[in-house]
């Protein structure tokens, strides 16, 4: 099982970054897909999931409104659309495969995770 996030940078506050997540070795299409991100001296936390048909989102009070998850399952690859960024959302960005409802993620792996610096 691999993930591999891409898509991170330095941007000004107000800004749009991408993020992607290319994940194998396992059925992707089987299951919800979600962000995290872990700040400098704090925890990971919790950003959006998506449904393993991509029918139904849901996302962190923090950043509802100005993220949208979504996912390619032809490509096995769920993306990050972040828009009007602010300080707060500098982390480094991961993505996981966990159920939907509760934050129970699925498999040991994880990946180098994707930096997203945004500047005041």
């Known amino acids: 099982v691999q993930f591999v996030e891409s898509g991170g940078g330095l941007v000004q506050h107000g800004g749009s970054l991408r993020l992607s997540c290319a994940a194998s070795?396992?059925?992707?299409?089987?299951?919800?897909m979600s962000w995290l991100r872990q700040a400098p001296g704090k925890e990971r936390e919790f950003v959006a999931v998506?449904?393993?048909?991509?029918?139904?989102?849901n996302y962190a009070d923090s950043v509802k409104g100005r993220f949208t998850i979504s996912r390619d399952n032809a490509n096995n690859t769920v993306y990050l659309q972040m828009n009007s960024l602010k300080v707060e959302d500098t982390a480094v960005y991961f993505c996981?495969?966990?159920?939907?409802?509760?934050?129970?993620?699925?498999?040991?792996?994880w990946g180098q995770g994707t930096q997203v610096t945004v500047s005041s």
């Open positions: 996981r495969p966990r159920r939907f409802y509760t934050e129970q993620y699925y498999f040991d792996s």
């Open positions: 070795g396992f059925t992707f299409s089987n299951y919800p």
């Open positions: 998506i449904t393993n048909d991509g029918g139904s989102t």
